[in-house]
Nanobody
Framework: QVDLVESGGGSVQAGRSLKLSCAAS????????MAWFRQTPGKEREGVAV???????IYADSVKDRFAISQDNAKNTLYLQMNSLKPEDTAMYYC??????????????????????WGLGTQVTVSS
């Protein structure tokens, strides 16, 4: 059984930073993708950043140059460093993973049909 557990969320003022972590257990794939999504009430879950096991990363335009996704294979942990946070970054952030070698842009756009595993989320609130 694969479990993804997010941590690191919280409430911060605009301009500050947060680092989210996603600890994966029961995950033994060699070629795979992991990603961060976010969702606000009444809206669809949107892709934030994708990391693929060949080192490829992609970002949503809204977070490019502010957020950085990384993965520590030894710790089985995915990270999202979020800098220069804005009130519009307020959302529940979810960690996701695939059990196959994904097309990163497809995973970003169509999580409902591409994600194999989801975490339960961690809330990020940014005040102005």
């Amino acid at each position: 059984q694969v479990d993804l557990v997010e941590s690191g969320g919280g409430s911060v003022q605009a301009g500050r930073s947060l680092k989210l972590s996603c600890a994966a257990s029961g995950y033994t794939y060699n070629n795979y993708c992991m990603a961060w999504f976010r969702q606000t009430p009444g809206k669809e879950r949107e892709g934030v950043a994708v990391w693929r096991s060949d080192g490829t990363t992609i970002y949503a335009d809204s977070v490019k140059d502010r957020f950085a996704i990384s993965q520590d294979n030894a710790k089985n942990t995915l990270y999202l460093q979020m800098n220069s946070l804005k009130p519009e970054d307020t959302a529940m952030y979810y960690c996701a993973a695939t059990n196959y070698y994904c097309a990163t842009s497809v995973l970003m756009r169509a999580p409902k049909t591409t994600v194999s595993y989801w975490g339960l989320g961690t809330q990020v609130t940014v005040s102005s």
